[in-house]
């Protein structure tokens, strides 16, 4: 049973490009939630998506957009690259219904795919 | 708006020594708890949650946790660790009833086993 898979693994970019990083979920799950996660500090939340659409937005601007595929895949795109966007971009996935079950979904977490800007 | 302090960023310890991570939440409403590792070079993975029930916690690689709601904490043990449990250590909370799939993380703690 695979787990989330992430791609890629590592890239480097320039300030001012743009980026698109992949994510498909753990088998099985429908919702996917990407994560930021700079150096020395923990996880950030970016956005969420549930059927196709962004259920929930952390606090980030919009050069960071997502778009979630009717396999339930996902991608994450950011815009006019920053030197701060370097970071591990983690995607997580889980099934939206134990939200409504328990209250809480628990993620499953991909490696991650680190980006250098540069 | 719910925090989560990580009180240690890094805790060197000896192997087969008893070891203690500490968390402590904010929050003015009921929260879920999470302890996440991140073993380097990889994503996070799952350790222990606490949901509701039990305050002791059991999780995996025989560590555990207990919530203390009065102290608003939620420290994680492990009685004797081992060289493999070398890794950053993250607890996080979500808001009871909402914020689905929003974890809010610590800085992390980084736990180094010494032989």
């Known amino acids: 049973d695979a787990g989330v898979t992430q791609s890629p693994t590592h890239l480097i970019k320039t300030r001012g490009q743009q980026v698109t990083l992949r994510c498909s979920p753990k088998?099985?799950?429908?919702?996917v939630s990407w994560y930021q996660q700079a150096l020395g500090q923990g996880p950030q939340f970016i956005f969420q998506y549930y059927e196709e659409e962004e259920r929930q937005r952390g606090n980030f601007p919009d050069r960071f957009s997502g778009h979630q595929f009717p396999n339930y895949s996902s991608e994450l795109n950011v815009n006019a690259l920053l030197l701060g966007d370097s970071a591990l971009y983690l995607c997580?996935?889980?099934?939206?219904?134990?939200?409504?079950?328990?209250?809480?979904?628990?993620?499953?977490f991909g490696a991650g795919s680190r980006l250098t800007v540069l | 708006a719910q925090s989560v302090t990580q009180l240690d960023s890094q805790v060197p310890v000896f192997e087969e020594a008893p070891v203690e991570l500490r968390c402590n939440y904010s929050?003015?409403?009921?929260?879920?708890l999470f302890w996440y590792v991140q073993y380097p070079n990889q994503g996070l993975q799952l350790l222990l949650k606490?949901?509701?029930?039990?305050?002791l916690v059991k999780g995996i690689n025989g560590f555990e946790a207990e919530f203390n709601k009065s102290q608003t904490s939620f420290h994680l043990r492990k009685p004797s660790v081992h060289i493999s449990d070398t890794a950053e250590y993250f607890c996080a909370v979500i808001r009871y009833g909402g914020s689905q799939g929003n974890l809010i993380f610590g800085k992390g703690t980084k736990l180094s086993v010494k032989p």
């Open positions: 606490y949901l509701s029930g039990s305050t």
């Open positions: 929050s003015s409403v009921s929260v879920y």
């Open positions: 088998s099985g799950h429908d919702t």
């Open positions: 997580a996935s889980s099934l939206w219904r134990d939200l409504r079950v328990s209250g809480a979904n628990v993620l499953t």
